[in-house]
């Protein structure tokens, strides 16, 4: 795997600490770039953990950018600011609806969870009656998407996903890229059984009687010929996937040793 590494001087750590950013240049992560960090004695670090154990008290990386190698201190100001809204809802007396377990801010840069008490017997459960009903869905908002095409890290566009004869599409201007996405939009939101419009008035009118739950096809029946399609399909992904990260590990093992022998040298 080709790489281009920069490293430069950091002026946000002590004197003789480098930055060392290394892009890459083929393989699958191409245009991806790694950040790594070098003390005075040639010690690497890969992560801003890693650093902050290290230096300890002797620098503040609470405001440290990992990626850029500057402080900023945007972060810092934007915390105090949110620390400082939140106290004044608190003194005016709004109740906290948020469920998600509190955040202790400390001066550490790691966040420390704090265990919520949900069973004191004062507790009371109130229900959001709002968020309890349901809401309206608009009707073939899957057209929206229509004529937008994935691509990879070259811009190339990607070959679209061949549909099994047997779903047929219903609805106004029907494609196979319009049910491509409603059918991924419908494993996405619903636990339920995908299984099509089973109504057959959807097929006459389904701007009246169409089940927003389901894609936009007609009732269809999985075999077990498609089980077993679908299954090596899978396999042929995950060979491919395997041979990828075994390719990607072994680089990573030969620019490993590379550093130590030039380190040694």
Request: hydrophobic content about 30%; charged content about 30%; proline content about 6%.
């Amino acid at each position: 795997m080709i790489m281009e590494r920069k490293k430069t001087d950091c002026p946000a750590l002590p004197p003789g600490w480098k930055k060392e950013e290394v892009i890459r240049k083929s393989g699958l992560s191409a245009g991806k770039s790694d950040v790594y960090y070098y003390s005075p004695t040639g010690k690497k670090f890969r992560s801003k953990p890693q650093l902050s154990r290290y230096l300890g008290n002797s620098v503040d990386l609470g405001c440290f950018d990992f990626r850029t190698g500057k402080m900023m201190p945007s972060k810092m100001q934007k915390n105090k600011q949110r620390l400082r809204s939140d106290y004044l809802s608190l003194s005016k007396g709004k109740p906290d609806l948020n469920t998600a377990l509190p955040i202790r801010q400390t001066a550490s840069i790691f966040k420390q969870p704090v265990t919520k008490v949900v069973n004191h017997p004062n507790n009371k459960v109130k229900t959001d009656l709002q968020r309890a009903t349901e809401q309206p869905r608009q009707l073939f908002w899957e057209k929206r998407l229509k004529g937008l095409r994935s691509s990879d890290v070259s811009e190339e566009a990607l070959r679209t996903m061949d549909l099994p004869k047997g779903l047929q599409s219903i609805g106004p201007d029907s494609s196979d890229e319009t049910l491509l996405s409603a059918i991924a939009s419908a494993l996405h939101m619903s636990s339920a059984p995908i299984t099509g419009q089973t109504s057959s008035a959807a097929e006459k009118n389904p701007a009246i009687w169409l089940n927003t739950s389901q894609p936009l096809c007609k009732a269809f029946t999985v075999t077990d010929d498609d089980i077993r399609e679908q299954e090596l399909k899978v396999h042929q992904a995950r060979r491919s996937l395997e041979e990828a990260l075994m390719a990607d590990s072994l680089a990573q093992a030969a620019e490993s040793r590379r550093d130590t022998q030039g380190r040694a040298a």
